[in-house]
């Protein structure tokens, strides 16, 4: 991870350069704010790469005697039978159906994504999967 938040933070130090030339030579200021928003998204993920980097062990990636073999195993736990993700998307579809249409659509895709959320952040704290 470290090589990874060094990579996003000097992305985001061309991005910072690229917007000032940009801003000045243009006075154009919706590609300016795009630029200083891809800048300030850049530094986000680059700080949080840098900072969790620290915190964890290094990486077969961070190593440059590591092998291909020695990054395998397994990468984390992901659901393997959830439909909520489903409800996200289609809740998400609809509210930016909604932003385009017309607003009163959000009345529809509001349930549905609460729905979705609800269900994702408490999957395993209800049936089968319950934790005691």
């Known amino acids: 991870m470290k090589i990874q938040g060094h990579v996003f933070l000097w992305l985001s130090l061309f991005f910072l350069v690229v917007t000032i030339v940009y801003g000045l030579w243009s006075r154009e200021p919706v590609g300016t704010t795009a630029l200083f928003l891809s800048f300030g998204l850049t530094v986000m993920v680059g700080f949080y790469l840098a900072f969790t980097a620290r915190r964890v062990d290094t990486g077969a990636q961070d190593n440059l005697d590591a092998d291909v073999a020695d990054d395998a195993g397994e990468l ?12 996200l998307g289609i809740g998400s579809a609809l ?10 659509l959000l009345y529809f895709s509001a349930p549905i994504l609460l729905i979705g959320l609800f269900g994702w952040v408490f999957e395993y704290y209800r049936g089968e999967n319950a934790t005691q």
Do not use: D, E, R, Y
């Open 76 to 87: 984390g736990f992901f659901s393997p039978h959830s439909w909520q993700p489903l409800a």
């Open 95 to 104: 509210a930016f159906m909604g932003v385009i249409f017309g607003w009163w």
